[in-house]
Nanobody
Framework: QLQASGGGSVQAGDSLRLSCAASGLSFSYFMGWFRQAPGKEREFLAIINRRSGTTLYADSVKGRFTISRDNAKNTVYLQMNSLKPEDTAVYYC???????????????WGQGTLVTVSS
């Protein structure tokens, strides 16, 4: 039900926009973005209320990453600016009926898309 895309290899300072298509998913679901770097735990990045557009960000990405949605396309985006090598990770979108930063509480997950940032 969730299809993430948009990953790739970029240079430090570049921007990238990830997309998550949510087919067959009610707008009552909140959509979040997470990432997992090699050898690290999965990290919450941002979440959006698809009805109101209200957002919540992790402090680590606040001001650099922006989550948004296009309800006509049933798609959520993660705009990532000023990318750093430490942003290298597999990025996942996920859906949940409540606002939470805890990955274990999310009901649905996309397959992940790899972002590699070189210095």
């Amino acid at each position: 039900q969730l299809q993430a895309s948009g990953g790739g290899s970029v240079q430090a300072g570049d921007s990238l926009r990830l997309s998550c298509a949510a087919s067959g998913l009610s707008f009552s679901y909140f959509m979040g973005w997470f990432r997992q770097a090699p050898g690290k735990e999965r990290e919450f990045l941002a979440i959006i209320n698809r009805r109101s557009g209200t957002t919540l960000y992790a402090d680590s990405v606040k001001g650099r990453f922006t989550i948004s949605r296009d309800n006509a396309k049933n798609t959520v985006y993660l705009q990532m600016n000023s990318l750093k090598p430490e942003d290298t990770a597999v990025y996942y979108c996920a859906a949940n009926r409540v606002v939470t930063t805890e990955d274990v509480l999310y009901d649905y997950w996309g397959q992940g898309t790899l972002v590699t940032v070189s210095s």
